[in-house]
Every structure is written in structure tokens, then in C-alpha cells.
């Protein structure tokens, strides 16, 4: 039983890593070669076009919830109207260039195409009914974009990026997917779901709305967890909920959104994702059916291609894992004092890298700030200028989806 086990998780990760690798080096280049603030420099406006723009800029983002929230507060803070803040963090979540070859190796290109679809119908739904429903608001001109530094194409930014924003900020959810998905595998024979009552239509699509809209999950790491369920006979249509509305919702999600962009936006935002993932549900198994998502299988032994890339994969993971666990069990560090000019604000709430660099972003931007520099292990961030206003220095941490003292 073990060693079956550990087999179909070596399995998973041949069919995982070659494009989890790609789509995170798609990612890494997108990231160094985009000009620091294109995006929020187009989406100012209350148009359904800045909506369009903003949904297209976030589909192919690789970012799940702990980073598409403090970057779309961001954006709303930087001009961004709050339809298109609600259609980029709506859409961004669902899919990812990451996500996308994974679905499309595990569950073909119908799948993957069709669930980029839905993540731009039902981010563009969200948005323009945000625009429609709200307040007429006086539209100023835009916050203004700090040039910020750019930074330089090079290969080391590119993995860096790739390695310890991306991949450091989901690990411990693609380990989860990959564990869970064997676990499925095992535990479920194939086709043992399609003799249940509760898995037909309707009603499985509403069971897994509710599993799936409380629950954390990264978009990439639960593709194998989908696969491993359609395996055993789930409705592919059923599937696509729990694609769509896992990691586009959450509890900490739900509460950012209503926090930073209240409760009417947080009522259109977690509507929208309900009824749309519902209504794609069945749209797909009424276009496509079964054979839409069709679970590639290439067994346990693979090509070295998958090989080697499940070993690199492997080695990454472990690696970004013993960093967590140093991290936990090395003793603190004695933070040393304030020196003249700056000023030691502790964080609550930075979890990965993505958060690292909104708080640096956000302080970064105000006048006389001449550096901020988080650390997510301290949960703090020390900031150096001239004539520093702690009060404004704790609202731009705050307006950026971060609590502090």
C-alpha cells in the first residue's frame, strides 16, 4: 500500500513539473521584462474596456490568493477603478501561464482553453457589475506611478523570481495537491464516483461549491487533485467548479475584499464566482462532456524530459522547504536598534515574497522615503528618509491589505 502510494506521487510529478517548470520561467521573463507600473497605468478608467485590460493583464499572472490580494489593492490604490481591482483579482486566481500548461497536461488543451474562458467571462461579469453598481464617484487623475527600478533581463532575476516569489509563495500547496492526488488515487478506484448519487449534475457541482469556496487551494497545485477526482468518476463539469471557485475564493480572501473594497464589491465578487463557476459547470459538460477532460495518463516510468524534470522539481521543493523550517527553528535573531532616519515598523499579515514586495512598493512610493526594506521572518519593515511620518507610513501599510501596530 505505501509503495503504491509513493508511486502514483512519483507519477503525478512526471505529469506536474515539465510545465509547472515552463510556466514558471514563462512568469519569471514576463516579470522582468514588463516596464515597472503598465498595468495600473491602463486601468484608471470606469470603462468596460479598463475591466478587459485589467482581466488580461492578470490571466496569464501565476499568482494565487496570498499574492493577487495586496497586488490588487495595490492597484486600486495606484488609480485602478474598482471594477477593474475586482476583475483582475476575480480572474488572476484562476488561472496563471503556470496553471494553464498543467491543466492542459493533465486534462488536455479543451480543458485548459475552456477554463481561461471562464476566468475571463466571469472577471469581466464581476467588474463591470462592480462599475455599474457603485456610487458616481468624482474621478481625479491617478495616483502617480513611481518609476520604481527596473529590473535587469538577466537570467538570475528571471530564476530568482521564478524560484522564490512564484514557486516559494505555493510550495507547500503543490506539495499538498501532489500528496492529496495519490492519496485519491489510491483510496478511490477509477469510476467509483459515477455510480454515487450525489455526483450527478447539479447537485455536484453545488457539494463542491461549498467545499471549495471557504477552502484555500493554488490553482496549479489542485489541477492533480481535479484530475485524480475525474479519475475516479466525478463529472468533469463538477471539476471546473472546484477549479474555478477553490482558488479564487477563500475566508482570508473574503475578508481582504471586504476590508479594502467593501461590502457591496465583496457581495458582486463572491456572487459572481458562485453563479459563473456554477454556470460553466454545466455549460461544459453540455459542450465538451467527458471528452473535454480526459485524464492523461503516462505512467509511472516516463521520458527523461518528465524525469528530469521531476527530479529538479523535487530538489526545489525540498529546497524552499528546509528554508521554511530553518527559518522556524533557528534561533531569532537580536534586531538591532533604530539608527537615526529610519524607523522599525512591525507587519502582520506578509506571508511570501509577493507580500515582501507590495509593502516595499507602497512605502517606496510616498515622499522622503528613501528605502523600505521587509522582513518576512521579523514581520517588520524598516524604513529609511528623511523627515519619516510614522502615521502615514502605518496608512500605506494598511492601504495596502497589511495590519499593523
Not at 535587469?152 to 528571471?158: F, H, M, Q, T
Not at 448519487?197 to 457541482?205: E, K, Y
Amino acid at each position: 500500500m505505501i509503495a503504491e502510494y509513493f508511486i502514483q506521487v512519483w507519477g503525478v510529478l512526471l505529469e506536474l513539473s515539465p510545465a509547472l517548470l515552463l510556466g514558471l520561467l514563462i512568469a519569471g521573463l514576463l516579470h522582468v521584462l514588463l516596464p515597472p507600473g503598465l498595468i495600473s497605468r491602463h486601468l484608471s478608467g470606469k470603462s468596460y474596456r479598463d475591466v478587459m485590460r485589467a482581466v488580461l493583464f492578470g490571466i496569464p499572472m501565476p499568482l494565487c490568493s496570498c499574492g493577487v490580494i495586496p497586488t490588487a489593492i495595490g492597484l486600486k490604490n495606484e488609480g485602478a477603478s474598482k471594477g477593474a481591482a475586482t476583475g483582475f483579482l476575480i480572474s488572476t486566481p484562476q488561472t496563471g501561464v503556470d496553471s494553464i500548461l498543467v491543466s492542459a497536461s493533465f486534462l488536455g488543451w479543451p480543458f485548459a482553453l475552456f477554463k481561461v474562458l471562464a476566468a475571463f467571462v466571469t472577471g469581466m461579469i464581476g467588474g463591470v457589475l462592480v462599475n455599474l453598481t457603485g456610487k458616481k464617484e468624482i474621478e481625479g487623475p491617478a495616483a502617480p506611478l513611481t518609476a520604481g527600478k527596473r529590473v535587469r533581463p538577466s537570467a538570475e532575476a528571471v530564476l530568482r523570481y521564478a524560484i522564490f516569489d512564484l514557486l516559494g509563495s505555493i510550495d507547500l500547496w503543490i506539495v499538498f495537491g501532489i500528496l492529496l492526488s495519490a492519496l485519491i488515487s489510491i483510496l478511490v478506484p477509477a469510476g467509483y464516483l459515477a455510480e454515487a448519487d450525489w455526483t450527478g449534475g447539479i447537485v455536484a457541482m453545488l457539494t463542491m461549491l461549498v467545499i471549495a469556496l471557504p477552502l484555500y487551494v493554488c490553482t496549479t497545485g489542485s489541477v492533480p487533485i481535479a484530475a485524480a477526482l475525474i479519475a475516479a468518476g466525478l463529472p468533469t463539469g463538477a471539476a471546473l467548479v472546484f477549479l474555478m471557485a477553490g482558488p479564487a475564493t477563500n475566508i482570508a480572501t473574503l475578508g481582504a475584499v471586504y476590508r479594502s473594497l467593501g461590502k457591496r464589491v465583496l457581495a458582486i465578487y463572491l456572487g459572481t464566482v458562485a453563479v459563473m463557476s456554477i454556470l460553466f459547470g454545466l455549460a461544459f459538460d453540455w459542450v465538451l462532456g467527458d471528452a473535454g477532460g480526459t485524464v492523461h495518463h503516462h505512467g509511472t516510468s516516463g521520458s527523461l524530459l518528465q524525469v528530469t524534470s521531476a527530479l529538479a522539481v523535487c530538489a526545489l521543493l525540498i529546497f524552499l522547504l528546509g528554508r521554511r523550517v530553518a527559518g522556524i527553528i533557528s534561533p531569532s535573531v537580536e534586531r538591532a536598534a533604530e539608527k537615526p532616519g529610519e524607523l522599525v515598523i512591525p507587519i502582520r499579515g506578509m506571508t511570501c515574497g509577493h507580500c515582501v514586495k507590495s509593502v516595499k512598493a507602497a512605502l517606496e512610493s510616498l515622499p522622503g522615503v528613501e528605502s523600505a526594506a521587509p522582513d518576512l521572518r521579523a514581520g517588520e519593515v524598516r524604513v529609511r528618509g528623511k523627515s519619516l511620518d510614522r502615521d502615514e507610513l502605518v496608512r500605506a501599510i494598511r492601504r495596502a491589505g497589511y495590519e499593523t501596530d
